[in-house]
């Protein structure tokens, strides 16, 4: 069955950066859309980055010339390097897959891993 595994998150001080990763298993990696997700305390699940299955990225505003989205076909991996973290990048954040194109709704997705924590703080 499907299985996402994020890892990498921790405690940063504002500017600092943080490389996330999302180890995947159980369906064909290189043919699936990527995406990062993040949900801040009392906030809705937002869409942060998205890599589709030929390299092509998108990003919300708030995150674009900070993060970079980046996959490893081989290690079935995909990654968000996070620079110039701000405090209001504090969520967990998730990973998702996609056979056609990672939906900017999260509610599209009803399949989630643990998600790791990020938090930004002095």
């Known amino acids: 069955q499907v299985q996402l595994v994020e890892s990498g998150g921790g405690l940063v001080q504002p500017g600092g950066s943080l490389r996330l990763s999302c180890q995947a298993s159980?369906?064909?990696?290189?043919?699936?859309?990527m995406g990062w997700f993040r949900q801040a305390p009392g906030l809705q699940r937002e869409f942060v980055a998205a890599?589709?299955?030929?390299?092509?990225?998108n990003y919300v505003d708030s995150v674009k010339g900070r993060f970079t989205i980046s996959r490893d076909n081989a290690k079935n991996t995909v990654y968000l390097q996070m620079n110039s973290l701000k405090p209001e990048d504090t969520a967990v954040y998730y990973c998702n897959a996609d056979p056609v194109a990672i939906s900017t709704w999260a509610n599209a997705y009803d399949r989630w891993g643990q998600g790791t924590q990020v938090t930004v703080s002095s």
């Open positions: 159980g369906f064909i990696f290189s043919h699936f859309a």
């Open positions: 890599v589709t299955s030929g390299g092509r990225t």
